[in-house]
């Protein structure tokens, strides 16, 4: 089975034309190389995918006929993704910058001073 066809199957991507676009991007690799999304898959090969700024590692366990339903993905998939990834990210979500919606100028002097309380708390 194609890499795009599989990661549409096992739920990973909404659409195998998504899964495709990742694959030309060189966002997932088998085994450590990127491929293209026309490389076959087997049984037992280790991917790795750049999805939402992280890089997820999962097991092929087996092949699909079609794609599956999600209770069943863990029968042809196992997720290795270290926790530790998840936790960075929501940090990563947590420390981003304030953000001021498009066009409405410059912060006010009780703006400037609401951010300055923020950046003052976080830096304790």
Do not use: H
């Not at 089975?1 to 659409?15: A, G, H, P, T």
């Not at 993704?81 to 420390?95: A, I, P, V």
């Amino acid at each position: 089975m194609r890499i795009d066809q599989y990661l549409w199957c096992i739920r990973i991507f909404k659409s195998r034309s998504i899964a495709t676009q990742v694959c030309k991007k060189g966002q997932v690799q088998i085994n450590g190389q990127s491929v293209k999304p026309s490389r076959e898959i087997l049984p037992m090969d280790t991917i790795k995918i750049r999805k939402e700024q992280i890089w997820r590692t999962f097991q092929v366990l087996a092949i699909p006929k079609s794609r599956v339903g999600a209770k069943l993905v863990s029968l042809y998939a196992l997720d290795q993704t270290d926790r530790d990834e998840f936790e960075n990210q929501k940090l990563q979500k947590l420390s981003s910058p304030m953000l001021r919606d498009q066009g409405t100028g410059r912060p006010t002097k009780k703006d400037r001073r609401d951010i300055e309380d923020l950046q003052i708390s976080e830096d304790l």
